[in-house]
């Protein structure tokens, strides 16, 4: 069985060389033809230069959770790389409108890129041209890397450069409009708290003015005052003394409440006080949101077309598909007869 199954592939074989010996004069005219019509279209191709960037995302996103707030300080380290979820956010901002558009008006991509500025589709083919010549995608080592192709090198590198710098500029944008929010929300809070503890000490300053300033101390004295009065029959003082402990029992327990709540809203001012430090931090100051391991730089070499290999492939491509037709025209006639 073994034998004739070989026997079998050494015919198939056989007939596949001879096949082609009989046709070479045929396929031999196809190749050169195919290889003189490819090398002639590859020379016609616009010849591009790639300019890259490599850069890895950075861990830190609020400057007072990783500087200076005391319970974060060792969780965040400003210094450190990010990972992949940093990575991924890093390629979705690099990847937003906001960035293409930047670019495209900038470098006037639209004019650049030959696309008549009266067409329909314009927005769509200039983003379709925008999307083949600068890509973005995350390396093996949770780097990103940006890529930009164009006839001219100095624009390439100037494009990926330029990406690479919007890059914090668009994610601190969007950063600080809810850092800016919340710095808001914690100054009216801060304020809010300032005015009640003001009313709070108006209140206080005028139980004071009674003559309540330290209701247990102020109460434990007078009581042994009055006691003393008592044992000496001092009426005068009994009396002075009394009106004292009047004012004492009908202003005391508005003393203590007033104090110890304004205890507690110091307290919570303080808090407020070090949280609208750190939002005003985050509103107002910037830390870099990357590292740049590889600017860009113009190319020296193109990357695009490698004519060779679109030789090579278009010339084997035609052989093949000269095969198969010489193929069908041989059954095709077998098939008659």
């Not at 639209?110 to 995608?137: P, V, W």
């Not at 990406?163 to 809010?192: C, M, P, W």
């Not at 070499?301 to 198969?324: D, E, G, H, N």
Request: with cysteine; aromatic share 8%.
């Amino acid at each position: 069985m073994n034998k004739q199954s070989n026997e079998a592939e050494d015919f198939n074989s056989l007939n596949v060389l001879f096949f082609i010996y009989k046709w070479k004069k045929q396929l031999a005219i196809i190749a050169i033809a195919a290889v003189i019509i490819s090398s002639i279209v590859s020379l016609t191709i616009q010849e591009k230069y790639k300019s890259t960037v490599i850069l890895f995302p950075a861990t830190t996103n609020s400057i007072s959770g990783a500087l200076l707030s005391e319970t974060n300080a060792q969780k965040t380290d400003v210094l450190q790389f990010g990972e992949e979820e940093e990575a991924e956010q890093m390629l979705q901002i690099l990847n937003s409108d906001e960035i293409r558009s930047q670019v495209c008006e900038k470098y006037n991509l639209m004019a650049h890129y030959g696309i008549d500025s009266t067409d329909k589709y314009k927005r769509t083919k200039l983003y379709e041209e925008y999307q083949s010549n600068i890509s973005f995608k995350r390396t093996e080592y949770m780097s990103v890397k940006i890529e930009v192709l164009d006839k001219d090198p100095n624009l390439a590198s100037e494009i990926a450069n330029d990406i690479a710098a919007l890059h914090d500029s668009t994610k601190i944008h969007i950063q600080r409009q809810r850092a800016n929010e919340g710095f808001k929300i914690v100054s009216t809070e801060y304020n809010n708290k300032l005015v009640e503890i003001q009313t709070q000490e108006d209140s206080l300053r005028a139980i004071n003015r009674k003559g309540v300033y330290d209701y247990e101390s102020q109460s434990e004295v007078t009581n042994e005052q009055y006691a003393i009065a008592i044992s000496k029959g001092d009426q005068r003082a009994v009396k002075a003394l009394e009106e004292k402990l009047k004012i004492l029992a009908e202003y005391g327990s508005a003393y203590i409440s007033l104090r110890d709540n304004m205890y507690m809203q110091r307290k919570q001012l303080n808090i407020l006080k070090s949280k609208l430090e750190e939002a005003r931090v985050n509103a107002t100051q910037t830390l870099p949101q990357k590292f740049i391991v590889s600017n860009a730089y113009p190319a020296e070499r193109k990357s695009y077309p490698v004519r060779w290999l679109i030789v090579l492939a278009s010339t084997v491509t035609t052989l093949i598909l000269a095969l198969i037709a010489i193929l069908l025209l041989e059954n095709i006639k077998q098939y008659k007869k």
